[in-house]
């Protein structure tokens, strides 16, 4: 981009070039028309009118435009005292926008890590709960599972609901060791038995 600089008009060279075009504009036609004719013996013609106020138009047009242009160069010099940011870098407004993004990715983080560390003191805390061996009767427990029944009525109906619970514990490890987990097809197992004759 550099060596294409001589390319690009700075705004010295745009005024002179404006600065032409006025002069041009504002010299007068009807001595350039007595330079470039003849003097003819017919009568002389009258001056277009038409043709002057063009050249009027344009000097007025030309004339708003510069102003338009001092106008809009003096609001450019406003701007830039009152907005500092308007001199940066476009690589500064990057790296200023950057940092403030990196700078809330941070603090995000850090109160991400917050959460996560306070939900992993929780898990850890109901995994230890959880983990825990009841402190039950080992005496009751013992006299379920030795099939006693008691006379009395009661205490019969909770050793007969103890041992159906027990054995429906027991009932994956027996369709384990039978090799029924995950069957979808029926299973038919017959396996000999030698009974003793007395």
């Known amino acids: 981009m550099e060596d294409l600089q001589f390319l690009i008009a700075t705004d010295e060279e745009l005024q002179d070039d404006l600065v032409h075009v006025c002069n041009l504009l504002d010299s007068d ?28 138009n344009y000097k007025m047009e030309v004339t708003m435009l510069r102003a338009q242009v001092d106008t809009l160069k003096a609001q450019l010099d406003h701007l830039k005292l009152t907005n500092p940011t308007m001199d940066m870098s476009a690589w500064k407004l990057a ?36 983990n825990k061996k009841p402190r039950w009767n080992s005496s009751w427990d013992e006299e379920w599972s030795s099939y006693k029944l008691a006379a009395q009525t009661s205490l019969r109906v909770a050793a007969i609901h103890a041992i ?14 039978a090799g029924l987990v995950d069957v979808t097809d029926d299973v038919i197992q017959v ?3 030698t009974l003793l004759n007395k």
């Open 29 to 56: 036609p009807s001595t350039d028309d007595h330079h470039g004719t003849k003097p003819s013996t017919e009568a002389p013609t009258v001056r277009r009118r038409k043709r002057r106020v063009r050249v009027d």
């Open 95 to 130: 790296a200023r926008r950057e940092r403030m993004e990196a700078m809330r990715c941070q603090v995000e983080n850090n109160e991400l890590r917050a959460a996560v560390d306070e939900r992993e003191s929780l898990l850890e805390h109901m995994k230890r709960l959880l």
């Open 164 to 177: 159906a619970d027990r054995q429906f514990r027991r009932q994956n490890g027996a369709f384990i060791a």
């Open 191 to 193: 396996d000999s038995i």
